[in-house]
């Protein structure tokens, strides 16, 4: 499930960069700062200070936030600090946000979420069902396309994924329009699963143009781990349908449109160009270096290059075994290794028998 929370480039940790640069300053001047990035409530801004370890700027922000804000604060720090018996601080939350005094409708949506999250956590399959439904359709009326509707979308679709219910978790993928209001990342997110769940139907068209815009969407969400995994799906399912008559991947993912099921679905077909111009997006893109216990982003690009026979963009790597220290990093480089090159190929099996010792 998706328990994390979806940032914009501005987003609740620019408000606490801004306080470490300019403050500390009262709570009139936070006041200022809210209204000029307008954030319309201050519980996103508070969690941020919580988990960017600004205790100041969260004691100074207190006084501003509602009984049912902070109610759900006390419900995040308690999870941020390990607690895992939650079901009854989320009840006493949900109380104050159902007291007619203190009522917050939103709020309330997200507490359902997260009892949601608790009950399937719990193994209380059906309890979770009916919550995250009461949760995504709750915020969906009063908060729609807010950064908990988003991640009420995410949940539902991943909770229908894990329960095996693929099409009725493409059905909640289908409702993030991506020209709805909704986040880049949740955009990207969903369209990450969308064409995984294209992909396992045979659609290799709609395969193609999730991944495409899973790529273009994490981008513009700045979120560069993403578009390369996007990248790296879009250009495993492009590379069996290269056509350079197709028009471009932007001129048919707007011109796309659902197809009925007495229709003949389109046909994946795809511009060397759109691949290469990917491929080398997502390798400019990568973190610098090879090491790290996962690197995720360089095994997808170095088997996307010995398919594409661009080895030459990882010669510094294949070189260098010594500086990886993933395992499943170093099998993939083996694995990519010439087969004429036995010294290579014995240098990474070296090296992945050191790594998996370790």
């Known amino acids: 499930m998706i328990m994390t929370t979806i940032e914009t480039p501005q987003g609740p940790g620019h408000f606490v960069s801004k306080w470490r640069s300019e403050g500390p300053v009262d709570s009139n001047t936070l ?48 999870r941020w600090l390990g607690d895992t018996h939650l079901l009854d601080p989320i009840e006493s939350a949900m109380e104050i946000t159902r007291n007619p005094e203190t009522r917050d409708l939103a709020l309330e949506g997200r507490l359902r979420m997260e009892r ?13 069902d009916e919550d995250l439904t009461w949760a995504e359709t709750r ?5 729609l396309a807010s950064r908990d509707h988003d ?18 978790a493409l059905q909640v993928y289908g409702d993030i329009s991506r020209t709805g ?25 709609d395969a193609g143009r999730h991944a495409w815009n899973a790529h273009k969407h994490a981008i513009l969400a700045h979120q560069h781990q993403m578009a390369i995994e996007g ?8 590379l069996d349908h290269i056509d350079d008559s197709a028009q ?11 197809v009925d099921v007495d229709e003949e679905r389109p046909v994946l077909a795809v511009q060397m160009s759109d691949v290469t111009g990917i491929f080398e997006w997502c390798i400019e893109h990568m973190e610098q270096g090879f090491g790290g216990p996962e690197r995720p982003d360089v095994r997808a690009m170095l088997l996307i ?18 500086e990886v220290q993933d395992p499943m990093l170093a099998a993939v480089a083996q694995a990519c290794c010439d087969d004429s090159d036995e010294t290579a190929r014995m240098a990474w099996a070296s090296r992945l028998s050191t790594l998996t010792l370790l």
């Open 31 to 78: 006041e200022q700062w809210k209204a000029e990035m307008e954030w319309p409530s201050w519980l996103p801004l508070a969690e941020a200070a919580l988990f960017l370890d600004a205790p100041e700027l969260l004691d100074t922000m207190d006084s501003l936030l509602t009984p049912a804000e902070r109610a759900v604060l006390g419900l995040v720090r308690r």
């Open 116 to 128: 949601g999250l608790v009950r399937y956590e719990a193994g209380d399959v059906e309890g979770a």
């Open 139 to 143: 915020l969906k009326s009063v908060a």
């Open 151 to 168: 991640l009420s979308l995410l949940n539902k679709a991943a909770y229908h994924l894990a329960q095996g219910e693929n099409l009725m």
């Open 181 to 205: 209001g909704h986040a880049h990342e949740t955009v990207a997110i969903s369209r990450l699963g969308a064409s995984r769940i294209r992909h396992g139907l045979g659609h290799m068209f």
């Open 231 to 238: 990248g790296s799906l879009f250009i495993e399912l492009a």
């Open 248 to 258: 471009p991947m932007s001129v048919q993912v707007e011109r796309a449109k659902p």
């Open 305 to 322: 290059a010995h398919k594409m026979n661009r080895m030459e963009v990882f010669n510094d790597l294949m070189s260098n075994p010594d």
